[in-house]
């Protein structure tokens, strides 16, 4: 039998608020389960799923041709992506008590995200899928700046079909290059949005997985899969046994969440627009919130690939520099600083749209 996520925490006392409507028929469990699964678990050892043929085509075509030819392929492509996430109210944070059968307790650990609060959103549109080095490189050529990813070992861990990393103003400059392309109000996702997109409507998911459920090896990467999926982006010339793998692997290949959208809780952190502040949520606006004015932290959702299920979570906030100024210790001990350098933070932009957006536009 799979052994249930449940962390035994105080008990509160909440006010429920209604959700908005469900936009799917799949619905969040009562009680959701994770699998263990190990480097000896039988499961773990059947064929790799893989990225299709016809995302890794559109994603690798992007990478031919002139750059206004690049820019009218990613332009349709991005409308193409779009996932609109219809309006509604929802308990933005960790909403274990409201729950967990017979009032239990909350499913994460920490003070940032509790209790849930009540939000309304407008209606908007998000990136079904976290933005590639292919994207990325577009938007670098079109506006005559260095690759992202370049910062750190000439490049060495970049691949055209995995997330891009980069720090939060190259995010941000990506998002609304896009919008000035397609004349749409395209941003990074508030934080707010992010969390509602990955719980299908602001429903209770605790996973954005197709199930709410958290299956490793099925709809998220186990520990062996994530390792061979990372791709060899660097061969030593002086010996070829010595190679380089990217720290994340293509995008899209684990089924979406129940509104489409891939790799919400896996394969990278995703830069938001909000500034963090872990005591945001006892005064936040309920319509729209965009987070504090000023801070010195951005807030980032998702997770890297491992690491524990409850951070892996819809409900955990995280938060970095938005530069990346950390300091680096590379592999012969030597220390290297930013901007950029981390290749983990990543981002997948939103449209500020009510109604669907024309994927003729």
Not at 202 to 210: E, K, L, P, R, Y
Request: a neutral charge; charged letters at 20%; aromatic letters at 12%.
């Amino acid at each position: 039998m799979k052994p249930r996520y449940i962390l035994t925490c105080a008990f509160v006392n909440v006010l429920f608020a209604s959700l908005a409507i469900g936009q799917t028929t799949v619905k969040p469990p009562k009680m959701p389960a994770f699998n263990n699964v190990t480097d000896d678990t039988p499961y773990d050892d059947k064929p790799l799923p893989q990225q299709s043929v016809a995302l890794k085509t559109e994603l690798m075509n992007l990478t031919e041709g002139t750059v206004s030819e690049r820019i009218v392929k990613l332009k349709a492509k991005v409308l193409k992506d779009l996932v609109y996430v219809k309006g509604g109210t929802f308990m933005m944070g960790d909403f274990g008590p409201l729950w967990i059968p017979g009032g239990g307790g909350y499913y994460t650990t920490g003070f940032d995200n509790k209790p849930p609060h009540k939000v309304t959103l407008t209606g908007f549109s998000i990136m079904r899928y976290k933005a590639t080095y292919a994207e990325l490189d577009v938007f670098s050529d079109a506006t005559g700046q260095p690759r992202a990813g370049m910062d750190w070992k000439n490049g060495r861990y970049r691949h055209p079909l995995i997330p891009a990393g980069m720090y939060w103003q190259r995010a941000k400059d990506y998002c609304t290059w896009l919008g000035e392309q397609m004349k749409l109000p395209v941003d990074l996702p508030t934080e707010a949005q992010w969390e509602y997109a990955a719980r299908s409507g602001g429903q209770f998911f605790i996973w954005a997985t197709d199930n709410g459920n958290l299956d490793r090896g099925r709809n998220i990467a186990s520990y062996k899969q994530a390792d061979a999926f990372e791709p060899i982006t660097w061969v030593s010339p002086d010996d070829p046994e010595t190679v380089a793998h990217a720290g994340t692997y293509p995008v899209g290949i684990y089924p979406p969440n129940p509104i489409g959208l891939y790799d919400m809780n896996a394969n990278g952190v995703e830069w938001l627009q909000d500034w963090y502040d872990p005591e945001y949520y006892s005064h936040s606006p309920e319509r729209d919130p965009r987070g504090p004015a000023t801070g010195s932290e951005r807030v980032l959702r998702g997770q890297r690939n491992g690491g524990s299920y409850e951070r892996a979570t819809n409900v955990r906030r995280k938060s970095r520099d938005p530069m990346l100024l950390g300091q680096q210790i590379d592999y012969r001990g030597e220390q290297s600083y930013g901007p950029g350098i981390n290749i983990e933070e990543t981002v997948r932009c939103a449209v500020n749209l009510e109604r669907p957006v024309n994927t003729t536009h």
